[in-house]
């Protein structure tokens, strides 16, 4: 009997989890068979007011000391993920997904290694082997942007296809909640795109290393 592949959810979090409450009630019961992760990086006190959910849901709740950025933080989740299962779905805080367990099931039937939605890495659905293969999200672009590019580029050039799909698009779709309650954020983006054409040698789309720095941090 052919093995049923499993997965997990992962979902970090800052400073919106006024967001995230109301819709991790719903994925209690869209994704019944699917333990859900939440990272906390901004003290929101997720513990206290998930005590009782714990306690009948599969549920864990990570909290950090500092905000660790957006790479490190899928790193977290997927490692703690891929302890038990062949996938992870990670989903922002500022979004409702509203899909169900059966469609996820569905892109893992078809053995793709890398899903995303259209709009950007709001949803993304990635597998253990791809993430064993590229390696771990680049924890330099700190807090947040551009860490979502080096990684697919990284996948393109370890071969592995970098598919967008519509029917991954969030019922309901915010786009920059976490920047509107925090604008300094934003201000990383300038820093982090020139990382991003030190890095690769170009800009996404424009890249012309194969390795990191072409290499000179290694000499």
């Given at each position: 009997m052919e093995k049923k592949l499993k997965f997990g959810i992962g979902i970090p979090t800052y400073n919106r989890y006024d967001l995230l409450k109301p819709c991790?009630?719903?994925?209690?019961?869209?994704?019944?068979?699917?333990?859900?992760?939440?990272?906390?990086?901004?003290?929101?006190?997720?513990?206290?007011?998930?005590?009782?959910?714990?306690?009948?849901?599969?549920?864990?709740?990570?909290?950090?000391?500092?905000n660790v950025g957006v790479g490190a933080s899928w790193n977290q989740l997927c490692k703690q993920i891929f302890k038990n299962n062949d996938y992870a779905l990670i989903?922002?805080?500022?979004?409702?997904?509203?899909?169900?367990?059966?469609?996820?099931?569905?892109?893992?039937?078809?053995?793709?290694?890398?899903?995303?939605?259209?709009?950007?890495?709001?949803?993304?659905?990635?597998?253990?082997?791809?993430y064993e293969k590229v390696g771990p999200f680049d924890e330099c672009f700190m807090p947040a942007y551009f860490e979502d590019k080096s990684y697919e580029y990284r996948m393109r050039l370890k071969g592995f296809t970098v598919l967008t799909r519509p029917d991954l698009n969030p019922l309901v779709y915010r786009s920059s909640q976490t920047i509107e309650k925090d604008p300094t954020i934003l201000d990383q983006s300038k820093k982090n795109k020139k990382l991003y054409i030190e890095m690769?040698?170009?800009?996404?789309?424009?890249?012309?290393y194969d390795t990191p720095f072409n290499g000179k941090l290694n000499n």
């Open positions: 991790l009630f719903e994925y209690f019961f869209q994704f019944p068979d699917a333990h859900i992760y939440l990272l906390d990086n901004g003290h929101q006190n997720i513990i206290a007011e998930t005590t009782n959910l714990v306690l009948y849901r599969a549920l864990t709740i990570i909290e950090n000391q500092k989903l922002n805080d500022d979004v409702y997904f509203g899909k169900s367990q059966s469609l996820i099931e569905t892109h893992i039937k078809n053995g793709k290694d890398f899903v995303r939605a259209t709009p950007d890495w709001c949803v993304f659905l990635i597998s253990k082997k791809l690769w040698g170009g800009e996404p789309g424009k890249e012309k």
